[in-house]
């Protein structure tokens, strides 16, 4: 379809399911086991009603605000998904230039499908955020990171996955076979190689398998030392780990759980959110509190902002957009800027930064 007749992030994903090659589609739109977490992700943005405010002056809103020190066009980032090529062939350039396009920065994967140069070129000067898996062989987390320090124009912060230390089990993925048909050639960070995926289908399987299970927060130190960037762990799920966050010193969190494909039965990103608010209300004002999964409407944005998320994370959605190359992106960024600037405006909120942290604007007892 063309990309006019796209008219939400769901259209995205189902354009994707239709027209996509279905090694491809397995591995973005899959989860793990039951898919309960996925589901529940989703879900629980539903269950969160607004409460809006009446005859306020809304003729104009602005979704502007700061993610990070950076100034962005509203408070969504792209979040980090590896083999952007499963996508479509631009991948994780498209990723990037779409979102200069509009606005907002895009976190590159760790296996992503083109090097941090390559992506970093299509859009200079524009600022980046990158996720780390530490490699089992530390010494090639060592040089990554060394060879990051040399973007650190572009690169503003490190956002380390917490939540996926083995590879969890996803049946749509695993059950179509890696073959020299698929999205190749596999990530070099991921040491990945077709013959080692004999028997196992799953691309993510396939590229996950370097993920050193080992590492633990006692192991920050070490990381603290091979780079300068602020740091994030993603994937946090408890006030107890926020707060040995906060205690280790990082710049903030993404409240995560990987959009259901870690653990699943996982709770939801929102029920952790509301979890902080009664448990660790203090990490809100000492550590930027980042969110994603799930998040596929702007009034999503707004409520996660007013749950005191600093800014949210887009996966899925943006993963299948890169099919229309950095036009797509640009429109799926678009479309939910519009859809937050009209939730705003029938909230009665003008300046998105006004109701950071205010749950005065929502309901909650559907899940309290
Ligand atoms: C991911 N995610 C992910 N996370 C991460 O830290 N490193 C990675 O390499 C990947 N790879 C990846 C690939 C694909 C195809 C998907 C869909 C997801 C998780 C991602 O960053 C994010 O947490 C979720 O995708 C957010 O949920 P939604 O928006 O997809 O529902």
């Known amino acids: 379809p063309p990309l006019t007749s796209i008219i939400n992030l769901y259209d995205f994903e189902l354009a994707f ?3 996509g090659s279905r090694k ?12 309960l977490t996925l589901q529940a992700n989703a879900a629980h943005w539903h269950k ?11 003729s104009t ?3 502007r605000t700061r993610l990070l020190g950076l100034d962005v066009s509203m408070p969504v980032w792209i979040a980090p998904m590896g083999m952007g090529k499963t996508g479509g062939p631009e ?10 396009a509009a606005g907002i920065v895009h976190c590159l994967s760790t296996p992503a499908s083109l090097s941090v140069e390559e992506t970093l070129a299509s859009a200079p000067g524009h600022p980046w955020f990158f996720q780390l898996y530490v490699n089992r062989d530390r010494a090639k987390t060592e040089a990554a990171l060394a060879k990051l320090a040399r973007h650190r124009d572009q690169v503003k912060a490190l956002f380390v996955t917490a939540d996926l230390p083995v590879m969890s089990k996803r049946e749509a993925d695993d059950r179509i076979r890696v073959t020299e048909q698929t999205v190749l050639p596999l990530p070099d960070s991921t040491g990945a190689t077709i013959a080692a995926t004999e028997g196992r289908g799953g691309l993510a399987r396939t590229t996950g398998s370097f993920i050193d299970s080992s590492f633990t927060w006692e192991c920050l130190p070490w990381l603290r030392r091979c780079t300068d960037l602020p740091l994030f762990v ?3 799920q408890t006030a107890a780990d926020a707060r040995a966050a906060l205690e280790a010193g990082c710049a903030g969190i993404v ?4 959009g259901g494909r870690a ?27 980042l969110v994603d999964g799930g998040v596929r409407r702007g009034s999503d944005v707004l409520k996660a902002f007013c749950l005191g998320a600093r800014g949210v994370g887009v996966g899925r959605p943006f993963q299948c957009a890169i099919s229309y190359g950095k036009e797509g992106v640009a429109h799926c960024a678009n479309i939910l800027r519009e859809e937050l600037e009209t939730a705003m405006r029938l909230c009665g909120v003008t300046d998105i930064n006004s109701v950071w942290g205010n749950m005065a604007y929502l309901n909650t007892s559907e899940l309290d």
């Open 17 to 19: 399911a239709k027209f």
């Open 263 to 289: 653990l699943d039965n996982a709770s939801s990103t929102v029920l952790v959110l509301l979890e902080l608010r009664r448990d660790c209300p203090e990490v809100f004002e000492r550590m930027d509190i």
């Open 91 to 100: 991948a994780e350039a498209a990723l990037g230039a779409g979102a200069a």
């Open 234 to 236: 993603k994937g946090v």
């Open 48 to 58: 969160l009603w607004f409460r809006p405010r009446v005859l306020r002056n809304v």
């Open 24 to 35: 491809s589609h397995a591995y973005i739109s899959s989860a793990s086991n039951d898919l």
């Open 255 to 258: 409240v995560s759980n990987h």
């Open 61 to 63: 809103v602005s979704t």
